[in-house]
């Protein structure tokens, strides 16, 4: 199974902070790689999709890079509504698996 | 547009099994796999297979290969994760997802099903 890391596991920032979180695959995995949001209580979200693509309605502040194992995904400038639980998550082969999750907390 | 509403909150005792719908609506069922995803209280998520709802055929992630079966049911567009024997580790909530490429990139979720083990 490809392992996924995230890093760093939590993060402090403020509104207005520009903010980038790592994902690294155990293997290759070329672009196949989406990131979730997450709030409590609540279904993930498509953000991205194969690294860098933004899914529809999504704010343009959010984007992806990387590719081959090493990802990030960059909140241009934090709104409040950002403050969640951000999962990246393999797309390259089966068993899909997922990060740690980041969770990102108002400073 | 597209909408997938899942059955009510499940409380089973161990070695019980439990099975869980996704009734999915605004979109052709039969054209998008269906994936499982699951995440215990506090914890990340984990897939748990997906169906192709067009031919019924299936992929289980080996920690749950002869615990779980996936069926649907295309006359009522509906998807169903059937988890057996069940094991207080088995707590979690039971997410379906909408693939939108057959590539695992999962665009809607449904709400969670809360299935609680214990007896």
């Known amino acids: 199974d490809i392992q996924m890391t995230q890093s760093p596991s939590s993060l402090s920032a403020s509104v207005g902070d520009r903010v980038t979180i790592t994902c690294r695959a155990s293997?290759?995995?070329?672009?196949?790689l989406n990131w979730y949001q997450q709030k409590p209580g609540k279904a993930p979200k498509l953000l991205i999709y194969a690294a860098s693509s933004l899914q529809s309605g999504v704010p343009s502040r959010f984007s992806g890079s990387g590719s081959g194992t090493d990802f990030t995904l960059t909140i241009s400038s934090l709104q409040p509504e950002d403050f969640a639980t951000y999962y990246c998550?393999?797309?390259?082969?089966?068993?899909?698996?997922f990060g740690q999750g980041t969770r990102l907390e108002i400073k | 547009q597209v909408q997938l509403v899942q059955s009510g909150a499940e409380v089973k005792k161990p070695g019980a099994s439990v099975k869980v719908s996704c009734k999915a609506s605004?979109?052709?069922?039969?054209?998008?796999?269906m994936h499982w995803v699951r995440q215990a209280p506090g914890q990340g998520l984990e897939w748990m297979g997906r169906?192709?709802?067009?031919?019924?055929?299936?992929n289980y992630a080996q920690k749950f290969q002869g615990r779980v079966t996936m069926t649907r049911d295309t006359s009522i567009s509906t998807a169903y994760m059937e988890l057996s024997r069940l094991r207080s580790d088995d707590t979690a909530v039971y997410y379906c997802?909408?693939?939108?490429?057959?590539?695992?990139?999962?665009?809607?979720w449904g709400q969670g099903t809360l299935v609680t083990v214990s007896s």
């Open positions: 998550q393999q797309s390259y082969s089966t068993p899909v698996t």
């Open positions: 605004g979109y052709t069922f039969t054209g998008y796999y």
């Open positions: 997802a909408r693939d939108v490429s057959a590539g695992c990139d999962l665009d809607y």
């Open positions: 169906i192709n709802p067009n031919s019924g055929g299936t």
């Open positions: 293997q290759s995995i070329s672009s196949y």
